[in-house]
């Protein structure tokens, strides 16, 4: 970086600001602490869903820490296989501290970590030609996939006004027995959107429990599927969006896929189910 970058370092240098240190742990700010060994910072790189851990604490130079995140491969869903992640964690590390300094914005490791998927997700869209923008609207049926591969159909339905949902997810193509589906009440949930994204959440916990390594997650909430495979997300989906990505990189092989309701009635069936067993029925 040359020695240009206004960190705490580089700001006693020029003599402006002898006391400025790291915002998020208090001490000396160089490019290397910044962005690579402050506890902030090694919390994102150590939750970033790369197929190889990428560890902060074997590096002794920022130059040396980048050649190496060069070489690391993004897991799915995240879909930036086509173009590095570690740019936009670098680029929203730096935002996020910027935020903190000067509006006193407080943000997170994992919205910041969430926040630099987002963007990496952004930049790939507007470089990939029109005609290869996904149609993911018009996806009635499940994609050509891995024979190996197991499905999930998960669903949620939402009573509002209780602020309850009944979550349900259904497996296929696979040998698990009785465990290959399962539904549960949830309380405390906001919003239909947010109870959606929690039965993904659920059933992506059972599949680990079971051990697949190869799955395929398809839901009937196209703004869910969008938010995890592409857009940027909602501030709701924030949270349950970072634990959908942290389960992911669980698996070897994993997709999300939006399909129609008509293919997701069994576990809508199932969602609906937990809900009207819980939900006293007004007399």
């Known amino acids: 970086m040359r020695g240009a970058l206004p960190v705490g370092e580089n700001l006693r ?20 602490h910044l962005f690579v060994k402050c506890q902030f910072a090694t919390w994102i790189w150590d939750h970033a869903p790369f197929q190889k851990h990428l560890d902060p604490a074997t590096f002794t130079s920022l130059q040396a820490f980048i050649e190496k995140a060069k070489t690391h491969t993004c897991l799915p869903p995240c879909g930036v296989n086509v173009g590095p992640l570690y740019p ?36 790939n869209r507007s470089q990939a030609p029109t005609s290869l923008t996904p149609q993911l609207s018009q996806r009635q049926l499940l994609p050509q996939q891995d024979p190996r591969a197991v499905v999930c159909h998960t669903d949620a339905a939402w009573i509002g006004d209780l602020k309850v949902a009944g979550l349900g997810w259904i497996f296929s193509n696979c040998s698990a027995g009785p465990s290959n589906h399962g539904s549960v009440r949830v309380d405390c949930i906001r919003s239909s959107l ?27 909430s196209k ?36 399909v129609s309701r008509k293919l997701n009635s069994k576990a809508d069936a ?3 189910l937990a809900i009207h067993n819980s939900v006293p029925i007004p007399v």
């Open 270 to 272: 199932l969602a609906k």
């Open 13 to 32: 240098l020029w003599g402006l600001r002898v006391e400025a240190n790291c915002p998020f742990c208090g001490e000396a700010e160089t490019p290397f």
């Open 88 to 123: 936009w964690i670098i680029w929203s590390i730096w935002i996020t501290r910027n935020q903190r300094i000067f509006n006193d914005k407080r943000t997170n490791p994992g919205e910041t970590l969430t926040q630099a998927i987002s963007l990496a997700h952004e930049w």
């Open 194 to 220: 947010l109870a959606e994204a929690t039965a993904v959440l659920f059933a992506l916990q059972t599949a680990v429990r079971l051990g697949f390594t190869n799955l395929l997650i398809a839901s009937d």
């Open 223 to 258: 703004q869910l599927i969008e938010a995890i495979s592409s857009e940027i997300p909602q501030m709701e989906l924030y949270g349950i969006l970072f634990d959908i990505l942290s389960l992911s990189s669980s698996f070897n092989q994993i997709r999300f896929v939006f």
